[in-house]
């Protein structure tokens, strides 16, 4: 019997294992990724709300500042209303006052507006806020514990590759080099096991000389379809 054979199936089993965990470690590290980048967008939304908030609250600073200064400007004109003498002074100054009346109705319209905007603003502040404090525990939470997760499958994938070096030792040198080479394939399959005639990773089938030869194990065949070593 073929002795090369067996270990080209317990080290198939070997790497299977290795991708298996590896896959594993990858899904971790995307779920880091992952939380880490939904803590950036909140830090950023949080970020741009404050700016948002602030250039309301500058807006409406100025809103009350040109305010106070029309009410001012009234003030003094209804002030100078009794010292005026002709008609036609009379008439251009109400015109005046209409108009300052005007502007300060439309101005006290803009702090209004401006103070529900910065209200509204300051209540969805509060809110991502909160959230984004949520996202931060949740964060560090899960991201300390896929972490530690991650320690313990680096370990089980250097266990499992030491007994895969150790046992590939054992394998014949016109064997090794072709079956490591089947391993680095993209599916990372070296050794497939016959389903009858079948070959059960390409689904051919196989020549029935090449089936008696398998079934013999006096030597390591291949797959003439996909190039895979085969066994029963």
């Given amino acids: 019997m073929n002795n090369d054979i067996s270990i080209m199936i317990e080290l198939q089993h070997y790497w299977s294992s290795i991708i298996k965990i590896e896959a594993e470690k990858s899904r971790c590290e ?3 990724i992952t939380w880490e980048t939904h803590l950036k967008n909140d830090r950023a939304l949080v970020s741009k709300k404050e ?7 500058i807006k409406l600073k100025d809103s009350e500042g040109a305010l106070a200064d029309i009410e001012s400007r009234l003030k003094k004109a ?3 209303k009794d010292l005026l003498k002709s008609g036609r002074e009379v008439e251009a100054h109400e015109t005046e006052i209409i108009r300052l009346e005007n502007e300060k109705e439309k101005i006290e319209q803009e702090v209004l507006d401006f103070m529900e905007k910065s209200e509204a603003s300051e209540s969805e502040l509060e809110s991502l806020k909160e959230k984004l404090e949520d996202t931060v525990l949740q964060t ?6 896929l972490n530690n997760k991650i320690v ?6 250097a266990e499992v590759k030491n007994k895969f070096d150790l046992l ?10 072709r079956f490591l080479k089947l391993l680095h394939s993209k599916d990372g399959i070296a050794i ?5 005639e079948i070959c059960s990773h390409c689904n051919f089938q196989v020549p029935s000389s090449l089936v008696t030869a398998v079934s013999k194990r006096e030597s390591a065949e291949i797959c003439t379809n996909c190039g895979r070593f085969i066994y029963f």
């Fill in 152 to 157: 313990l499958l680096n370990k089980e994938i």
């Fill in 30 to 32: 995307k779920s880091i």
């Fill in 78 to 80: 209804e002030q100078r």
């Fill in 140 to 145: 560090d939470s899960d991201t300390k514990s």
């Fill in 168 to 177: 590939g030792e054992s394998l014949s040198p016109q064997i090794k080099s």
């Fill in 192 to 196: 497939a096991q016959l389903n009858g």
């Fill in 51 to 57: 700016t948002l908030l602030k250039s309301l609250q």
